[in-house]
């Protein structure tokens, strides 16, 4: 819930959490409830019976589409990229529709509600912390050529600066202003935890590890526009797709260190090109290092764990399951606990 | 290196690990070399010139095979189930030839040269700590029906002691007396290692996650026989596979737990059957929930990392690469750290 | 047509069969005529000018979605579970809407039209003969140990009579009340017939055959929630799977069988968790035995001449085409013969 | 066994049950045993110390490759297309070896011992039973065109006479002269008992089912050729493959028929042409009539019911298990019932 | 745009083409605007407000559904097969609808405006250049049975001169009247032109080249209905798809060809019928032959060149990017050269 | 046949095609006759009667397995590097053996017969005509950039020199020395065929095609070693595959060419990465582009007629049938024309 000057109103996510079998009833209808919803885009329409908006609204972790009607009296327009405060209702089958009563930019909404954007725009909120664990970790690669390709990149004046504004997917997962930070940082998180946890410990190269975990993605900063948090490909995204986009960064980024080992450098590049596991899901070689195994897994674990809770935190909250997922081919099983 | 009576003697993996192209010369075969070899089977062949011998043998690492020429003066024949001090040649195109001079038994190998026989024997060495760390996670398991599933199955007095003296797989990994649990108890590690690491932590069962892990495997009691170490498929292995098995053996344990919760039966068997992640893997069912998620990824983590090792342990020294691996498809390339 | 006090009115499935393109016109839609329609859900809805319902209706063969408008004079709100006369029209592309006129239980429905019951709600109608044919195929089994636990299980007083009250399909196949066990009779008959006729004949265990038959799909009594007749999944259906949960039903009732033979066991369970005769299908494991080959191809032809028989009940009549099946990915070829 | 003038000697399928794995011992290779084998080929090799034979022998069941030793006193030669009375040796790893002591051609086989032709030579033994029940087959069908259709292909003067003196395949199943008949009856057999049992019975077309499942593999008459039994591909058959055979020969065959409706026709074709039930299986089209369903399964049933009896006598006695099956990509289970 | 009396209208594809973003705003809507739509067909719907029309309207390059508004003051009735000048409005979202002012008749059309049909209604424009090209190609071929054989079919007297009426697909591409002959001609050109750059031409059979070539689909007369130019598939194009027709097509015209050698025969017949390249894609066979080969490819470029063609056709001209085509499964880059 | 001082003697490739049935017999074997044998490897193995010499031995054209005897008078070892002149007989079943005469250095058989090397050792004849026709098609790119991009590379002081001394493929197509620059280039006149005779040809990008077409497998010069023309994998070869490679090699080119446009870059990357066709064998995204499938399908086409010659090259003459394929999964139809 957002506080407002007077009360408190619920986020989408919330809405659809809250939404339980019980309340789906016309009741709801008659009488529509305020909330907060960002206004990803809106468009106008001429309907039958005069013109209303198709939008996309949401907040920082959900996004549906929904109608905004307008004409009644004190209803206004919807304007992207600012927060609606609007009437809601919503129905299973019809989706949501909003009637808006004010505009915020984001700077009134922060100024408004301290803390509120956070909840309601798709930027991470604790990239100061992303970054500061990052910096610790460039700094532990011991290989000197590693660790100068990994800070010339991600470091402080690192080239590739977007690494920290750039989403992790279009909506499959982490997709928010600094998930693609998030993520490669959990996939290397995890993948130090198995290292430290692995009867193999000793045979795998723990910076080849900790830099392909932290780049293999990397070719997701020229994959997805940012433009109004859409996430939408980018003509390089459709082309090329990230895993050449990738190589093609860190091409540049080796060309530029003096003596960086060819060997290093493939066996590197091996890890994060085959990070998909398959070639059928778009890597073109197979793992074949260990390195490159651990990557791999943890990559996809990461992945669909953050997908798996975006699922469900726009489940309602007496639901067991979530909806249909297409990444799964299947609802997934929250549980009650 | 055996240490024997008067000399050392390498075992199977140390052979094919020290063999180099450098040395792969005619001047090898000339004059025979001894080592340790347990033989694991043994059929006589009456060849075009005379009688010989067709023979598993190998250590605890690897199995291969080999002829056993007989007739020479001082050479005997192999026995299946002792250990062989015998002359060698190994040829990359026609494999192993031995030549017996001694024949051990286990027993009398152990006093002829004290630890040699975990070298030796596919037995894991420690079990008794294995035994330890899962009577401790047993011990954390909070829920009171789940600890008792458990402790019956796998506890001091448990039902399924079989558990400690099976393998987890006839040849791609962990294939040794004692590798069943070595394997379970390493997933329940990995496991616990990316819950403590991970966002969702808060929302995963820890409990459901340590004996979902622990039990996954549980069905590879009566998988594969361990006569003679050969690990071969029993009647009910082929028929059921390890996943029905496993099933039966559940259902047997919770039937005799008073109360044991409908729901909470479900969820632990759901992350057990998927745990191969897709129905053309032999799940009867894919992952749904978290607990399953990780299961599947730990599980198949620790089953490649286990045959990459078991691979790179039969690698020549200078070579980066292993031979061809079937599970992957290709070679796997170890590199030179 | 089910006869009324002063009129026939037609189901679902005839007027779906009767509707002519000739007859798609706009004039059907002005005089609204009535048939009767099982409401297997209703839902209010705010619409735009008004409330309204959305429904699931149909007959014993089909259901489908349906609009119920309200507010007319003489027209009354549907209700679940109850059988509605009402005025309907059908369009192709927008589908059916009916106004009800007056509301039945099922009793009162008997009442009004002896027999109309069979016709209306998904309930298998000889489900007494259905007993007693499988209670003579009990009877047949020679093997004491096999009839013994078919008996447990589907005889007279067998443990699992929800077997007689379950659907074998949520929509595919069969998805009626007594489908379970008419399915799994039908798929007896064919084996026998099978098993007479084939070459094979003296290799066959006959007993196995039967008892598997039977028996291939037992874990469905626990899939499918039978509430309202909407055959949803239940938590267990989606989290183990009928397969699963066969084995489960199975393993409980073997355990009370003193002495039943292991080797029998495996090979009785052996080809019911085959009977999807491929891993990708959800069987953990594929046929190896012949009457797991027989059994295989029997539930397979059964499961499509069934639904091929759904599919071709609510055709048009001057149609050789049925509507495109999502089972089959194609239409199908009924013809005009 | 066959009888001989003094003894009774064993065919290959008889060496290979019998041959348990106790008797699998050096032995077993001194003192040869007579057997007698059909030599389908046999080609001279000079080897290093000397020359031999490279032979594929076998019986009416079953083929194999053995070398056939030459040079010993009253050792001679083996001739492609007699029958060799000949000592044996057989071993799992290397296979057979013979040494003939005397070649019959087929008649002196005959003659030397009455009946034992059918035992020894791939050619079905009941021939003449076949085609009276596939006349009166033909009889059966009612429809004037499919009836003049069969009989002017396989009646008493039909034009395709090959269809009494060719296999049904290579290797896999009815690899014997007349095994396309008698596969073809069998299927037809098949469906015509599932269309007795079926509750669709009223629906399906007895005659098209009838001609289908006789005429489904016609075009097999030109597919393989006979020579010498050994069923190698023809170029027509490796060009075309024998559904398009089919088409030509049906299309050939119809064209003379006056009035043949094109309705039929089509209906025909499709149940023909689609009886490998999916595109990935050589059919242009999938089943999608009653008709196409019933002859694609029991079709496959015949084939595999057939393989699987092949698999299983070659089986040793004692043993649950065949050898891998390549059809079905595992070992198959025989149990010892 | 096609000239009226007093104004230049556009049709359907120039006004997708030129339906830029900017102009997709809510002003567009107010004041239609008049085109030129074919009419494939046409329903009349009872609306809740009354009576309209789902009709299929198009151009010579594509058709998509709209809505026809009817009642308003000097709006007429759309009547299929006619060509409509209508005010039309297109979103997006809700697609197309018409309003329509005036019906002509296909003569009517021409008498309008000279050369309109051509870009109205599909049917090709250059079917008599193509039956000049193709009347080379046959003088071209120097075999005298496979010269004959085309002669027969595709000749000045051929019997299938259906050929030059057909389309080559529904949808796909080439989806207009001429289109088969106009795809055929297209494909014997690229694989004349692969044939005179190849390495391998001398060893190419240039005659069964050029003869598959055009008869590589011409099953396709069968296959799809041409009336009121729907491209509906027949009964016969679904029950036995065009690969089996044109066998059967391709027989009766052997039949009649005296003395045609039947390995030729096999030779065109394999090359015709691999064409899809692949047992999955609906060929019986795979290609094995030269000529299959470069025929598969040259197939197989042709019908996604024009495809291409058919999406880059109705993108916005300031797209880079086609809408999502279901034959690639992505959307396709037509960049802004 | 290469002339001799006294005599001619054939090739391996010639041997094996004039190898027919008739000759396969045992007369052969006794009188060894000289061929001359290009010896890739050659190893000494110590037999059980004595030592010999496995070797791969060939010509231009083709490499198999031989082994070399040693022993006999006059006969001595073979060298890796040389040719041999050699007897020797060969086997359908046992393969090739040789007992070498002669060895020859390249130098020395070029004296011993002008010209005889190009058809002993697997390098291009014709390298010079290649390169002269690749700088033709550089001159004839329009675009500056792609221009300059080609030369930079390929041109007479082109970076990637090697791009002349590299196979295109190991076994497959193209495997000799300038096989990868004969490939890249008939690839490239294909794709200028198919433009010229497009419809499409307008909207095609002539430099991006042939840009695209000859730098496609650039990759591959890091990919193979050269050594001993073995064209084993490089370490590269396996971590990256060439597509990866090439990425990076067109990377470090383009970052030296001032103001290279971006979208262009990544236009051609996309040709280039796509060239397989599908992500299952190895492309990291599929083609989206005309240039992109006409590049794919050229290349197709090239590789399988390339493979289809090297299959037909070694058949005996009277065979109509290559050997196996592995590449196609099938024998080849060659024919007899």
Known sequence: MIRGKQDDYPTLSEILQSYSALQNKVENFVNMKPGFFFVFSAEKIEGSRGPYYICTVGDSRIRIESKAWIGDSGVIE??????????????????LSIKVKRNFTPDEMEAYSAGSITKLIPVISNIAALRSEIQRLIESVKNEFLRELLDSLLGKNGSCQEFFDSPAAKTYHHALIGGLASHS??????????????PSRDSIDRDILVVAALLHDIGKVKTYSTDDYAFEYTDRGQLEEH?????????????????????????LIHAIISHHGELQYGSPVTPKTREAFILALCDNLDA??????????VTQEDSSWTEYSRMFQSRLYKGNH
């Open 185 to 198: 940082l959990q996939v290397a998180r995890y993948a130090l935890g198995i290292y430290e946890l692995s």
């Open 243 to 267: 895993i050449a986009i990738g190589i093609r960064i860190l091409e540049r980024a080796i060309v530029k260190i003096d003596g960086f080992p060819e060997t290093l450098a493939s066996e």
């Open 78 to 95: 919807p304007r992207a990229g600012h927060i609606a405060l609007a009437d809601y209702m919503h129905d299973e089958k019809y989706g």
């Open 304 to 313: 669909r764990l953050d997908h798996f809770e975006s699922m469900a935190a």
